[in-house]
């Protein structure tokens, strides 16, 4: 039988892969070299792949995005790990005025992937629990994805190797070691800028991304028991996003819930929910509803953390309202 | 390729200490380096009429005064290796080959400029020429420029990034994660100092606490020189030693050039928190008549050959403004274009 693969096995097996099939792409961050990675992603490719290709730097998130940067202008395809997604504000100019903008400027090429663990659910505190999707949503010249499969982990990660745009690749920390699947063998991406349907329905839908999928996909099994039929679109990429995909399945239900781990005010979701408006309007039988982590800093102790983020109850409360439409 | 460098056997008897690269230079490298400084301070002279004529929309910041350090520096590198200038860096453009024509049209705004008008003055780069252009974030270019340097060693290449930095971006946190980046991974990256003592109005004593900023090279373990600016020869001699050691992998170095600033920091700016004297004292130190004057002393150029020079450079200049002037502006609608790579 078929091994299955975590979410984070996808991650190193996808970076694995693309590093042997491509001489240029290398790895650079804190501790990802001897120790493997915070989180093991790297574990055992020092070993294979040698010291010049998996780079442990100093602790400078700054001079590791700009490095970045160089390096992809001269020819190569870096993949710069941020040890904690929270870490990368640390180089955020970098990202949002260097990388995101040489092309349009000169018209350098900036092939770079920024790999950013993300999200809470894990006791990490203000500080390694965050989703920063938010803060460059809104930079032009930027390309965000954030996979919340193993299949879509490592075939996200392996179109954002080949893209010739910086990428931010969010990948969520509570999923890394819950979430496994079967992998084909063959050499397949997941393109950059298209969602999938997740689970078909009629009755209301559910646009999200990344860990929250899966709260939206247990409300869904939990709502058919009650003869609702809830649609469920994996955006997969933020930026740019599959606005066909979205406004399809807004038009089909007439009821849309948006839903992130993020949080609220400014979230990506305010986009979404505007676009399907502006969009869909006259298809709407509820307004759109948002769903998101609330307006504070993410909390340690874990009453409070829960009391914070989205959970399937909450999504279920959520759709049950717009169900009452 | 690399550059042949002769020995012609020039004496540099004004100079202290005749440098171990620079009296390898040939009077047709001497001719190109002070032909180089002099397109760079005409054209800036130019520019500034131009925006003075309201031709020119967007700031203009000069490299007056300097032009020994953008051109003298540059002209150390060899074709392969990476150019990430800044913006009082114009000699260091026209030395890598980028030419007038486009230069000019880029402070134009014109399409055909190497930003299509989406970008203003010396924020330009070119990938055909291995030069990388700055963003206005003082000191975002230092990692970049170590980061160019070591994708090129990657690949087996002894590339060298020369890069550049202010009296005031090296206060800048990216300087210290650069420079110690750098060093620890003993990658080939040359940073030159353009301490030309102000940094917009703030001058040297609000900015920095000690005698040199050349002197932070002990904190990384790297080599710290501290050169004329004002002299071109002492200038291309320690960034050709930079070079050089980079290539041979001997990790980065960190030079300081002692300059003025001769303008205010943009042409807006009537530079009156300098004190007249203190500009008169540096007008007595320009770095083109010094040269020249050198270059006539050591009998390597005649008078004749000077002032030929020098309408050379202003022909070379008019020609470009009315290339650029003739040159069409986009469209507005072409600003959508060129957001992502293909």
Sequence with gaps: MVKPVTYIEAISQGLREE?????????LGEDIGVYGGAFKVTKGFLDEFGRDRILDTPLAESAILGTAVGAALNGMRPVAEMQFADFVTSGFNQIVNNAAKVHYRWGGKVPMVVRLPCGGGVHGGPYHSQNVEAWFFRVPGLKIVAPSFPYDAKGLLKAAIRDNNPVLYMEHKYLYRRIKEVLPDDDYIVPIGRGIIRREGNDVTVVTYGSTVHLALEAAEELEKEGFYVEVVDMLSILPFDKELMLDSAKKT????????????GGVGAEFSAVITENA????????????????????????????????????????????? | ?????????????????????????????????LYNMKLHRESEERILKLYRQGKIVGGVYTGSGMEAIAVGSAYALEDEDILVPL???????????????RIFCQYLGRANGPTKGRDGNMHMGDPELNIYGMVSHLGTMMPVALGAALAG???????????????????IGDFHEALNMASVLKAGLVLVVENNQYAYSTPNSYQYNSKNIADRAIGYNIPGVIVDGNDILDVYEAVRKAVLDAKAGKGPTLIEAKTMRMHGHSAHDDHKYVPPEKLEEWRA??????????????????????????????????EAVEFAEKSPLPEGHEALEGVYAD
């Excluded at chain 1, 874990?302 to 009391?307: A, G, N, S, V």
């Excluded at chain 2, 390729?1 to 009077?27: A, H």
């Excluded at chain 2, 060693?153 to 206060?171: P, Q």
């Design chain 1, 281 to 325: 309007f006259e298809y709407l039988d509820a307004p759109v509803r948002r769903l998101a982590s609330i307006d504070t800093p993410v909390p340690y102790s874990p009453k409070l953390e829960e009391f914070f983020m989205p959970n399937t109850e909450k999504v279920l409360k959520s759709l049950r309202e717009l169900l009452a439409y």
């Design chain 1, 19 to 27: 590093m042997r099939n491509d001489e240029s792409v290398f790895c």
């Design chain 2, 285 to 318: 130190k320009d770095p083109i008549l010094r040269f020249e004057d050198h270059l006539r002393k050591s009998k390597v150029f005649t008078e004749k050959e000077l002032e030929k020079l020098h309408d050379k450079v202003l022909m070379e200049i008019e």
């Design chain 2, 153 to 171: 060693r990657m690949r087996g290449e002894k590339t060298v990034a020369l890069t550049y930095i202010g009296d005031g971006g090296a206060s």
């Design chain 1, 254 to 265: 007439g009821k849309v819930l948006v839903l992130h781990e993020d949080t609220l005010t």
């Design chain 2, 87 to 101: 913006h009082r860096d114009m000699g260091a453009h026209i030395v890598r080959g980028n030419p007038l024509k």
């Design chain 2, 1 to 33: 390729m690399p550059r042949t460098v002769k020995n012609t056997g020039i004496k540099q008897k004004k100079r202290s200490e005749p440098g171990e690269y620079s009296s390898l230079l040939s009077k047709k490298e001497l001719n190109k380096l």
